[in-house]
């Protein structure tokens, strides 16, 4: 069974070879987040997916019992708005056929996960993808548990098991790695400017800055 590489430029991850799945980030869910401010999980999720809107990676949404537990964020499903959340019975959405014929489908086997919550619907899936055969990420700030106890032992779990956490913004960073592939420049921009809190801040700054150069230099 194929490792995921911890080192070297295959350890990195690649928008060609990514596909997301995104969790159950549904009402009923964050009434019990308690390992991280919701507006955090709230703002990292949304960046992570408008991120990988910019690099066209396979992004999919899914809920459970969403008639009880709640659509999915609207943030969420502003950025994909005529995607339809696979509703889901199963716990663990790796189990769910209409979940996992789309990621086999895309061809694809960098498999990054977000989920509420870490220690349940996040690790599931984490752990069976893990045994059969995909790189898994699990990207930590986009995810969240009924506790901070419950995140934590829940990423080592996985970690244990063979997943690479990772933050959405580690996800940006890789997927853009060279500031030369001007394509995607500008979402990345927009993405750190909505959602990069302190990193936002100072790039906005920079951006005056050199903004007041070009005006001195006409």
Same mark, same amino acid.
């Given at each position: 069974? $194929?490792?995921?590489?911890?080192?070297?430029?295959?350890?990195?991850?690649?928008?060609?070879?990514?596909?997301?799945?995104?969790?159950?980030?549904?009402?009923?869910?964050?009434?019990?987040?308690?390992?991280?401010?919701?507006?955090?999980?709230?703002?990292? #999720?949304?960046?992570?997916? +408008?991120?990988?809107?910019?690099?066209?990676?396979?992004?999919?949404?899914?809920? #459970?019992?969403?008639?009880?537990?709640?659509?999915?964020? +609207?943030?969420?499903?502003?950025?994909?708005?005529?995607?339809? /959340?696979?509703?889901?019975?199963?716990?663990?959405?790796?189990? %769910?056929?209409?979940?996992?014929?789309?990621?086999?489908?895309?061809?694809?086997?960098?498999?990054?996960?977000?989920?509420?919550?870490?220690?349940?619907?996040?690790?599931? $899936?984490?752990?069976? @993808?893990?045994?059969?055969?995909? %790189?898994?990420?699990?990207?930590?700030?986009?995810?969240?548990?009924?506790?901070?106890?419950?995140?934590?032992?829940?990423?080592?779990?996985? *970690?244990?098991?063979?997943?690479? /956490? *990772?933050?959405?913004?580690?996800?940006?960073?890789?997927?853009?790695?060279?500031?030369?592939?001007?394509?995607? *420049?500008?979402?990345?921009?927009?993405?750190?400017?909505?959602?990069?809190? @302190?990193? @936002?801040? @100072?790039?906005?700054?920079?951006?005056?800055?050199?903004?007041?150069?070009?005006?001195?230099?006409?």
């Amino acid at each position: 069974m $194929p490792k995921t590489p911890k080192t070297g430029l295959d350890a990195l991850l690649r928008p060609a070879d990514s596909i997301l799945v995104l969790i159950d980030h549904q009402p009923y869910q964050f009434t019990n987040l308690n390992s991280h401010e919701p507006t955090m999980i709230i703002n990292n #999720v949304v960046g992570l997916a +408008k991120t990988a809107k910019v690099f066209n990676v396979p992004t999919i949404l899914t809920t #459970v019992l969403e008639e009880r537990g709640g659509h999915i964020i +609207k943030g969420l499903q502003d950025v994909f708005p005529d995607q339809k /959340p696979v509703d889901r019975t199963f716990i663990n959405a790796w189990e %769910d056929p209409n979940v996992t014929g789309l990621v086999k489908k895309s061809g694809r086997r960098q498999l990054i996960l977000a989920a509420l919550y870490t220690e349940i619907c996040l690790a599931m $899936p984490a752990i069976q @993808a893990l045994d059969e055969g995909y %790189d898994v990420f699990i990207v930590t700030d986009a995810s969240g548990g009924v506790s901070r106890e419950a995140h934590e032992m829940a990423v080592r779990r996985m *970690v244990q098991a063979g997943a690479v /956490p *990772v933050t959405w913004m580690v996800v940006l960073g890789e997927w853009q790695r060279d500031w030369a592939r001007e394509k995607t *420049v500008a979402g990345v921009a927009n993405a750190i400017l909505e959602h990069g809190g @302190a990193s @936002a801040a @100072a790039f906005a700054w920079e951006m005056q800055l050199l903004a007041g150069r070009a005006a001195s230099d006409q």
